[in-house]
């Protein structure tokens, strides 16, 4: 049976395009379509840069299997199974699957000197039928639904693309190379140093002081600077024209790395299906491990929209990061532009069009926006309260402004979108490093990129338990330790491709952030001497100089009340000023992790302490 089935699809002749009825007539006559949906989706198609079938698909008018069944029927081109009958390895490895997935085809069999194709798009075959002719074969296509074809690339090419995944960014950009052997040496000098201080106290107090300043100052000098930005551009924003979106609409890939997800799986396809966007123009791609039934089992009782599909990573090593599974679903996206979402994040209903908008006016050198991270459950504790004034004051004063200064901006890990091919270019992520985003912020700078702020928010679960928000903040801090030392490798270098400026405000993030955590217990014994108190510090900073840093210091907490003040003084958010005075006791545990992230560093720097999700219901809060 299975071969008098070939023998038909080797003697298939494909309608001729001067021939074909229309792919709407098709469905109409079918009963599957009315005349009022089909003249409303050519209506939309004239704005959507997208096949009719996806629009009629994504508008839930007819579903992908129909759009097939009709699309055979108006082309004369044959459905191949690639479930019951899947392709044929050999003939798969003739190409690299980046080619295949380019252009979302699969050689499926091959009948003497015939060679079945799959394509999900036969009026684009005749673009690749010249690269794929050898001599003395014929190239018929056959259809195949798109997911499909993906699916049998990913099985057929796993380790490949898995291997490629964890080594897409250039090893002088990347961490990968560090061994356990090439780690003895620093970690040989920071121990050589202590002991160094354990024999020489007063010049090693001295020491821990100038460098406990010098971080305060860089972060501070930072701060400062992204304030009187925001200062100054506040007062020019409603001179700004409203964004235009373009006439025609791109398509807009997502993806959302999921890791053993039980409780927020079901809530963020309820948040997801929120957005306006046009859904035949949305690639959302839930990014899954191989190896997570968890999250499996929870997305089983869940039906996915036709515009949400799921990608499975191989577990071929044992890495398993964030940027790992990115870097694996990125050849699977198909949208100009591409976005990453949180399992936990509520994005603004219209963010897809802001985005788009803001891609639309912007200079071809922005090649990513970051839009503004909160959260939606501030009033769970005081805790919740803190962490929501700290985003806000990063989110909505303090990048922006360093973002308008041309400054490197460290991105966050969700609600950032890039020009596709431009992420291609710049190799993905660094499958190795824990914190990604803020990686890949450096390396667009480096390559003369820049990073814009786009006026939308995504809502997230502010982790408001002692010890979960220890280990994230260590992971984080971990992954800037990293990647500062990474870019550091040959500082000149990276002055030459940042300039002065950028290269400086690079330092004032990297040593500010890390240095204000690891050295704050040094900086806690100043309360000794402002309350008159014998401190360790009497005999090695003269009285002026103390009066001077206390001076400093003072200046420093005004400086972080007025930004928490400005952060939260929309009106949905006011009810945080109240505790803005009270974040000098929400950060000691920062310490902790400071600490905890210098011991991963030494021992185990590719570890990625997970922050579990779904603790906290999502609040009424004006989003």
Request: glycine fraction near 6%; aromatic fraction near 10%; hydrophobic fraction near 50%.
């Amino acid at each position: 049976m299975v071969e008098l089935n070939l023998q038909h699809f080797a003697s298939a002749a494909p309608i001729s395009a001067t021939v074909r009825k229309p792919l709407g007539a098709c469905l109409i006559d079918r009963g599957l379509l009315s005349n009022h949906q089909l003249q409303k989706a050519l209506h939309l198609q004239s704005r959507q840069n997208v096949a009719l079938g996806e629009i009629l698909v994504g508008e839930g008018w007819v579903d992908r299997s129909e759009v097939l069944t009709a699309l055979s029927e108006q082309t004369g081109l044959q459905i191949a199974d690639l479930d019951l009958h899947p392709p044929n390895p050999d003939l798969c490895k003739t190409r690299p699957a980046s080619f295949w997935l380019d252009h979302n085809i699969i050689p499926w069999m091959r009948i003497g000197p015939i060679l079945l194709v799959a394509t999900a798009n036969p009026d684009q075959f005749d673009a690749v039928r010249k690269q794929l002719a050898k001599e003395k074969q014929t190239i018929i296509p056959v259809l195949a639904d798109a997911d499909r074809i993906d699916d049998a690339i990913a099985s057929i090419f796993s380790e490949s693309l898995a291997e490629k995944a964890e080594t897409r960014v250039a090893i002088a950009q990347s961490c990968r190379s560090w061994t356990r052997h090439s780690r003895i040496g620093p970690i040989a000098i920071v121990l050589g140093l202590a002991t160094l201080f354990l024999a020489q106290p007063i010049p090693g107090l001295l020491a821990l002081v100038v460098l406990a300043v010098t971080s305060l100052v860089l972060f501070l000098t930072l701060r400062l600077a992204g304030l009187l930005s925001f200062l100054c551009y506040k007062g020019k924003r409603h001179s700004q024209t409203a964004t235009t979106l373009p006439l025609r609409l791109p398509r807009v890939s997502i993806m959302v790395p999921l890791y053993k997800e039980r409780e927020i799986a079901g809530a963020l396809i309820r948040r997801l299906r929120r957005l306006t966007y046009p859904k035949a123009l949305l690639d959302v791609i839930l990014v899954l491990e191989e190896t997570d039934m968890v999250t499996r089992a929870t997305l089983a009782k869940i039906e996915l929209p036709c515009w949400i599909r799921t990608i499975e990573v191989p577990a071929l090593s044992g890495l398993t990061t964030k940027p790992r599974a990115m870097n694996y679903a990125l050849d699977f996206c198909r949208g100009d532009i591409l976005g990453v979402w949180d399992a936990e994040d509520a994005p603004l209903p219209d963010q897809i069009e802001r985005v788009v908008g803001h891609f639309t006016q912007a200079s071809e050198d922005v090649v990513c926006l970051q839009g503004v991270l909160d959260y939606y459950n501030p009033r769970t504790n005081w805790r919740s309260r803190c962490f929501t004034i700290e985003y806000n004051s990063w989110f909505r004063v303090i990048l922006p402004g360093i973002a308008r200064l041309g400054l490197v901006v460290p991105l966050g890990g969700t609600t950032f979108f890039f020009r596709r091919e431009k992420l291609l270019e710049l190799g993905g992520w660094d499958a190795h490093n824990v914190t990604e985003d803020a990686d890949l912020g450096v390396r667009l700078s480096r390559a003369g990129y820049r990073t814009e702020m786009v006026d939308t928010a995504t809502f997230e679960e502010a982790n408001f338990r002692a010890w979960p928000w220890v280990k994230q903040r260590s992971r984080w801090l971990k992954g800037f330790m990293v990647t500062y030392l990474v870019h550091m490798r040959a500082p000149i270098h990276l002055l030459k491709e940042l300039g002065v400026l950028r290269f400086l405000g690079l330092q004032a993030f990297f040593l500010g952030t890390v240095g204000q955590f690891l050295l704050a217990p040094v900086l806690w014994l100043f309360w000794l001497t402002t309350f008159g108190l014998a401190s360790p510090l009497d005999p090695v900073i003269p009285g002026k100089v103390m009066t001077i840093l206390i001076a400093l210091f003072v200046f420093a907490e005004i400086t972080n009340v007025t930004i928490g003040i400005l952060a939260v003084s929309a009106r949905e958010r006011r009810f945080l000023m109240p505790w803005v005075p009270t974040m000098p006791l929400y950060f000691p545990l920062g310490v902790l992790a400071a600490y905890k992230a210098l011991w991963e560093l030494a021992i185990n720097p590719f570890f990625w302490d997970k922050t579990q999700h779904g603790q906290a219901s999502e609040e009424a809060f004006d989003m």
